[in-house]
């Protein structure tokens, strides 16, 4: 079974600063992919970025990139120049393919002015 | 384009009664969907496999006689929540998954979610 651990419950972070959430899995699998999901308060489930685990390139998305270490499996998401609208709860997910999501517990990031 | 819509968006029932939540693909085909369970701040369980024209597949622990799954057709599953008790109140999330993208992405999409209380 694969696991996904996510050690930072709350974060904090001022507007326009830059933010690293941590996120850890484990799996015997070698092809899967990984997620970084948003939800803010209307609970609506909204695609930050995604990764791929056989690609060595990492993720971006405009202010969202990934650091990607397949060997450490670990998996953090960086959200650079943070806006007040990135406050939300944030899950890492895995997923091997075909298969349902399997997320962690959740990191809550609250933007400061 | 991918959205996939719930209903009801909230629904309050009396104890011991059914309620059906119905997840729709809007613009896609979905052979499969997912229907997740999760509670105030907690993190999404999975709580089933839907796929269309065969039997869902329950995780351990899941009552399948409770939760009963119906994927009839390509572009919609229902979860009918039978003989509700408060413990059931939660928040029901479904996700399809794209037929023709999902060789190539596998990218799930999620529904807005239902939000469901047993009184």
């Known amino acids: 079974a694969q696991t996904v651990t996510q050690s930072q419950p709350e974060m904090s972070v001022q507007e326009a600063e830059t933010v690293t959430l941590s996120c850890t899995y484990d799996t015997s699998e070698n092809n899967y992919y990984l997620f970084w999901y948003k939800q803010p308060p209307s609970r609506q489930m909204i695609l930050v970025i995604r990764?791929?685990?056989?690609?060595?390139q990492n993720a971006t998305e405009n202010r969202f990139s990934v650091n990607f270490q397949k060997a450490a499996k670990s998996f953090s998401l960086k959200i650079s120049d943070s806006q007040l609208g990135d406050t939300a709860m944030y899950f890492c997910a895995f997923q091997h393919s075909g298969y349902a999501l399997n997320f962690g517990k959740g990191t809550s990031l609250l933007v400061t002015p | 384009g991918a959205v996939v819509s719930q209903h009801p968006s909230w629904v309050i029932c009396k104890s011991g009664t059914s309620v059906k939540i119905e997840c729709r693909s809007l613009?896609?085909?979905?052979?499969?969907m997912f229907w997740y369970r999760q509670f105030p701040k907690q993190s999404l369980m999975l709580m089933a496999t839907s796929n269309e024209g065969s039997k869902a597949t329950y995780e351990q622990g899941v009552e399948k006689d409770k939760f009963l799954i119906n994927h009839a057709s390509l572009t919609l599953s229902t979860l009918t929540v039978t003989s509700a008790h408060p413990e059931d109140s939660s928040f029901y999330i479904c996700?399809?998954?794209?037929?023709?993208?999902?060789?190539?992405?596998?990218?799930?999409?999620f529904g807005p979610g239902t939000r469901l209380t047993v009184l």
């Open positions: 990764q791929e685990a056989y690609k060595q």
């Open positions: 613009d896609f085909q979905a052979t499969t």
């Open positions: 996700s399809a998954r794209d037929l023709l993208q999902g060789l190539s992405t596998d990218t799930q999409y």
